[in-house]
């Protein structure tokens, strides 16, 4: 029995439906992954979808009533990984394997209706075709079509999306050009690019869309006495227009995953993974899930288990899900 298994079965799981309030989803791993939703207090830990399927991906997207997740899974012996989304209680799951998830994780429309994500094509261009091209471009699935259609043309780099607007009307993305990260908001309608934050990842919008969370990073180079031994990242928050004056709420040696908003605008969610706790291939244990104030107060662990990996934190959306803000 996995650890996490051992918890869901010491927590006492009577019924199938997502309980009432607060809840987190993150991704769990000990040899493989599971889809986990969590009390705000780290409490009732229930399994979600289980290892056979869940895939690569760090970060499960809710849609914004707060009923259905996307998220990256896997399709053996495939290894790209694919679009997987699931209803809150478990229920209802679908694996979408035509759908390759190249690059991030799949984000849920706000409506439900469909998920974006990121695709890559590598191109010989020039002279005897000896340079390589590597382009992004976002695409969108609709689950009751089942059809997929491009949202935006073929950009060189790498592009991410993290987050749609409230409105769906734009997506937050990561935008790497092989020298640095940016966060910029994608228009759906006119595809223009707007930026959001310089030397930021991971961009995500507020509920009530005026503020975007992300992460700045600065680069691990452990070889040479000059260099950090460890990376560094930083949780930031700026409001959405101002791409200048962001405010930082925390700075760790270590790595941060995607934020996520609590619905009601006053806490945000995250995992935290120690500098030290990377193991051989890079597997990763005793990670933590924590929460911080949307002014950097109240720094609060939620979850940490020595055997396990964490990926992402990603808050539950709809009515009567907010947690608040955190007393200390």
Excluded at 261 to 276: I, K, V
Excluded at 320 to 328: H, N, Q, S
Aim: charged share 20%.
């Amino acid at each position: 029995m996995s650890a996490v298994a051992a918890l869901v079965v010491a927590a006492g799981i009577a019924e199938a439906a997502s309980p009432e309030g607060p809840r987190l989803a993150f991704i769990a791993q000990e040899y493989g992954r599971e889809l986990i939703t969590i009390g705000p207090q780290g409490d009732d830990l229930r399994a979600i979808v289980g290892t056979e399927v869940v895939g690569p991906g760090v970060h499960p997207s809710w849609s914004a009533d707060g009923s259905r997740m996307a998220f990256s899974a896997d399709v053996y012996p495939d290894d790209d990984p694919v679009l997987g989304a699931v209803d809150a209680d478990g229920g209802n799951l679908r694996i979408y394997p035509d759908v390759r998830v190249e690059l991030g994780d799949p984000v849920m429309a706000p409506d439900g209706r469909s998920a974006a994500f990121a695709q890559v094509r590598v191109r010989r261009v020039g002279p005897g075709k000896k340079t390589l091209l590597i382009q992004t471009a976002l695409w969108s699935f609709d689950f009751q079509k089942q059809a997929a259609r491009q949202l935006t043309r073929w950009r060189g780099g790498f592009l991410a999306a993290t987050s749609y607007s409230p409105d769906g009307s734009t997506l937050a993305v990561t935008a790497f050009d092989f020298r640095r990260f940016k966060a910029v908001a994608i228009d759906l309608d006119s595809g223009r690019t707007s930026l959001l934050a310089r030397n930021a990842a991971e961009p995500v919008y507020s509920p009530d869309g005026s503020s975007i969370a992300f992460i700045r990073r600065k680069p691990w180079l452990p070889t040479g006495a000059e260099k950090e031994a460890s990376p560094v990242a930083e949780l930031r928050v700026g409001r959405v227009g101002v791409p200048v004056g962001s405010r930082s709420l925390l700075r760790v040696h270590g790595l941060l995953s995607p934020p996520s908003w609590d619905p009601s605008g006053q806490r945000l969610a995250f995992a935290y993974s120690r500098p030290d706790g990377l193991g051989e291939g890079g597997f990763r244990k005793g990670d933590r899930l924590m929460a911080i104030n949307a002014d950097g107060t109240c720094l609060t662990k939620v979850f940490s288990d020595p055997e396990l990996a964490l990926y992402g934190a990603s808050w539950q959306p709809g009515p009567g899900r907010e947690a608040g803000p955190i007393a200390c």
